[in-house]
Nanobody, 122 residues
């Protein structure tokens, strides 16, 4: 079992930055793939970024060059640094974990946090 708790969401103006954190507990953190997804009202949950235990990151095209995912294994924490935010980034952001290979598919993930709201005003 892996328990995930997100933090760091909030309200920010377009062009601003936020850093989300996801603290994990339970199963050995360094062996799991960690990812961020987001969901806007009326839309399906979508992939944002993922990082392997070795630190290799992969991003959705919509956030590439603006967002950076990182992890600190000894702290059991993964981060999402979001820069140059735009109103279209407004969503609830979820941290997710799985064992095995990285994946961009929602249903591949076994563990989810409760989500943190990010609102970007124009």
């Amino acid at each position: 079992q892996v328990q995930l708790v997100e933090s760091g969401g909030g309200l920010v103006q377009a062009g601003g930055s936020l850093r989300l954190s996801c603290a994990a507990s339970g199963r050995t953190f360094s062996t799991v793939v960690m990812s961020w997804f987001r969901q806007s009202p009326g839309k399906e949950r979508e992939f944002v970024a993922t990082i392997t235990w070795g630190g290799d990151g992969y991003y959705a095209d919509s956030v590439k060059g603006r967002f950076t995912i990182s992890r600190v294994n000894y702290k059991n924490t993964v981060y999402l640094q979001m820069n140059s935010l735009i109103p279209e980034d407004t969503a609830v952001y979820y941290c997710a974990a799985r064992t095995g290979r990285r994946s961009t598919i929602v249903h591949d993930y076994d563990y989810w946090g409760q989500g943190t709201q990010v609102t970007v005003s124009s």
